[in-house]
């Protein structure tokens, strides 16, 4: 008697588990719904920065690790200093001088030339992403109440139909 009702009691835990992260997920799916289609805008403005350092970060992982680069420009009459995207550090020194790419209104936000001509993910690759997260959540709740109904005694075993 005790093992059936410390086994439904798992049952109930993991259920619970399932249900927030399917609940989770289904949240990030109709989070992301509204932006599909929204494409940023394009890199219209560019400007002369000076890399004014190189950080590396060894994370100890199989990467080995990542290099920032930081660059100062004067963007919209002001000075700024801002770390570089797409700009891994890959022949570049502190005090050389670099074409960057930002945005109207984003001047803090520069972009190398060959990040600036990638442009965003297309509406197929967003679509992409919803149905996976779709599948993730319909999944996690599935499970969920098949955890439930054993959890309730309705059903035995999470494998009998």
Sequence with gaps: MFFTVLKRSAYGV???VFLVVGLSVAAVAVTLVPKIGDEPREFDR?????VAGIVRT???????????VRVSYEADGRQTTARLRGGNGQGLRTGDR????????EPTRVATKAYAEKGPPGTGTMIAVMAGVLVMSTAALIVC???FTAATGRRR???SA
């Design 14 to 16: 993991a259920g619970t």
């Design 58 to 68: 060894n994370t100890g992982g199989p990467s080995g690790g990542h290099t920032h």
């Design 145 to 147: 109440w098949h955890f």
């Design 46 to 50: 560019r400007t002369e920065a000076v």
């Design 157 to 159: 075993s999470l494998l």
């Design 98 to 105: 670099v074409e960057v790419f930002y945005r109207s209104g």
